[in-house]
């Protein structure tokens, strides 16, 4: 595929290495927040292919013993280093890469942590072109079960069950 | 970093050419192969706590932590069950931690057994990563001052100055985590030891080196075994001090920290663990006890430690 004006190809690859995932806990005792600013995820606006890799040690708590017990005992971060998730903007037809403007869109595909993959994980989100710029937007919940991770009863009231994990990412970069 | 930008730039070029109609997978496998040279990952949780059960572990209190630490130590199990097996009797050492950088930790404490105050310093001087940086071992430089504030009996001349009650440690640890389950240290110590009178352990010598080591292995997420051991060097060793060995479980439970122990030895600062444990295993000199820690965050830490 050449492009007119300067007879390169067309560059529909994109990705960064600093997207932000955030998951937040909300309990009956306490509201547990982690952020990791270190996302790698690219995007191919040609084919609607859509990828995010993140290390589970990245995740950054406002307590150290809270982010030890998170990769020690919860996500046993040695033994499974990354959650991962590969897969398609399913409606891609809805966004216009050269037109500003914020598009609803639908991602399925497969989401991995903890060794566990969900295979056709679906879930809305926005893809936002400003200035020519790409970003990509969504919120959703997980449920802790799915991903056979172990809450003892002791803590029950401080970690949710279902927890709420948000992803910001903007792509500067061409590939 | 001009290298790695090169490089990238390479794995881009070649991404960019070779697998142009292809899915996203490629990219993303060189993106994950660049961060992991890129970053250095440090390895945490070597020990469960900064304590293996009365010496250090190469663990230091995060930064902005503060640690209340209760040690307690009962008398000697064969003391009978007169003495209800030694819990008749307790000495104990309370303690404050702080972390202040994730390379440097303080604690001040104070112990029954000879009424001593301590301080020490645990400076981090290497970190165990892999990564960019890849280092097989943590080191750490441990000084301890502690002060014996005994009274003597008044026939005692001359009266112990500052210096003769005073003692100091300085140890290196050099620690290393294995795999998740197990750790290992190794503890070189030199003691200059005070100079109070001494009725348990009345010829003594002043300066011991010994030679530490201790482990950890973890049975499960929150339960490891400990044990700890200090070889003194026999030219250096008073003649009725006898090596401290000591054995633990630690429970983890949340903020707080267990540690059920069994040891010959009945002081918690360096210089009385190491120097006047009198105590043998094999005679049944053998003491339980317990550490307790409770973390309070002080200060809150939005970077990373």
New interface residues.
Partial sequence: MRSPLTQQPIRKKYFTKNGLISFFSKAQLENIKADNNQVLSTIDVGTGGIQFSVLINGFHFPKATMEEHFNEDYMESSKYPKATFKGKITDLSKVDFTKDGVYKVNVSGDLTMHGITKPNFSTDGTITIKDGKISANSKFMIELKDYNIKIPKVVASNIAEKIEITVVCSYPNKM | MPKQTYLLFVV?ML??TTS?AQ???D??AN??KQ?VQD?T?YT??TFKTTRVVSGQSVENT????LDLRINHRFGQLNSGLYNFFGLDEASMRLGFDY?ISKRLMVGIGHSTYQKTYDAFLKIKLLRQSTGKINMPITLSYVPVFAYNTLKTVPATVPKPSFADRTSFTNQLIIGRKFS?AFSLQLMPTYIHKDNVPNVTLPYTKRNTFAMGIAGRHKIS??VSLNAEYYYQLPDTQGPLSTNVLSLGVDIE???HVFQLHFTNSRGMTEKAFITETTGKWEDGDILFGFNISR?F?VK??????
């Fill in positions: 881009i991404t960019a142009f899915d996203t997978t990219a993303m993106l994950e961060t970053e990952v945490t949780a995060a930064p902005g932590v972390g998740d997420k929150r439970t949340g903020g973390v965050n809150k830490t939005k970077n990373h430690w």
